[in-house]
């Protein structure tokens, strides 16, 4: 196999918007193609690149609004949206008929889902890793504000969450704020301190934008849709999409290949426990792609 390194495209959605997009790895090499959450980018796939790339296809973009991905129009803040721009990644990085491990995390995770039916992703996806995710009620289910479960929790959160304020920089107050709300308490200084660097360089309107799809989300009625094998990781110290979601999840997928729920671990998970994000990867890769890259050595 040759081309290590990394390169750089677009893909074009349903409606004409260019998506960045990162190929990591070398030509040839089995596939994963990793989604990033809300107010993330690429650069939260780092460990996992670092990790895989060496022997991995590893292909990561910006969604809508981040990274160096321009933002929706009005209105295009959807599901729908999401499902179309992992179709364009899908069929711009991947041949007709190839198959790759697609990860997503949070909202990436949320993006396979409203894609699950769609042709394009079933051509191409051979198993899912399901990272801190839900399909419905996340203000509902969200813990972030120490409060009882009930309609006033409920509306803060939505307000907290939704809140047009500027992040402004990362400081020290900032980065605590952010470990509280989106990371276990165990969590070390320089991870806290790399997902404050990107979730405080995503630009507002996206921020906004966004959030507001996650309140109104309600993907139940379409998890059955996503029938190849799916793993669900979560932490149990997740407050954004606490653990009861991804037991939702594990019982309704029609080909679950099980729940790891990571003790002490927040809502960060590809940051806060990379390892074992790499881990479960690895093992989708080798249990779903290996008929891929037996028919291709033996083509060589």
Request: proline share 6%; with cysteine.
């Amino acid at each position: 196999m040759s081309g290590v390194g990394v390169r750089e495209l677009t893909a074009v959605s349903a409606d004409g918007a260019r998506i960045h997009v990162e190929v990591h790895g070398p030509d040839g090499a089995p596939a994963v193609v990793l989604a990033h959450g809300w107010t993330c980018s690429t650069r939260f796939w780092d460990a996992q690149i670092r990790d895989l790339s060496a022997d991995h296809r590893v292909v990561v973009y910006d969604q809508r609004g981040h990274g160096r991905t321009p933002g929706a129009d009005p209105g295009g803040y959807t599901t729908d949206t999401l499902a179309d721009d992992l179709e364009a990644v899908l069929a711009a990085t991947l041949g007709p008929g190839e198959q790759a491990v697609l990860g997503g995390h949070s909202m990436g995770g949320m993006t396979m889902m409203a894609a699950g039916a769609r042709p394009g992703f079933r051509e191409h996806a051979a198993a899912v890793l399901l990272c801190s995710t839900g399909s419905s009620r996340l203000i509902a289910e969200a813990t972030v504000l120490p409060m009882r479960p009930g309609r006033l929790r409920t509306r803060l959160t939505g307000a907290v969450l939704g809140s047009r304020a500027p992040l402004g920089p990362v400081t020290p107050v900032s980065r605590r704020i952010l470990k509280y709300a989106t990371m276990g308490p165990g969590s070390a200084p320089d991870r806290v301190a790399t997902c404050a660097r990107i979730v405080h360089a995503c630009p507002r309107a996206a921020r906004v934008g966004w959030s507001h799809v996650l309140a109104a989300l309600d993907l139940g009625s379409v998890i059955r849709e996503l029938t190849v094998p799916t793993a669900v990781v979560v932490g149990t110290a997740d407050r954004l999409t606490p653990a009861v979601h991804a037991r939702e999840l594990a019982a309704a997928l029609p080909h679950c290949l099980g729940l790891t729920e990571l003790v002490g671990i927040g809502h960060m998970t590809p940051v806060e426990a990379p390892e074992v994000v790499g881990a479960r990867l690895r093992e989708l890769v080798a249990a779903h792609l290996r008929v891929d890259r037996v028919e291709k050595e033996e083509a060589v």
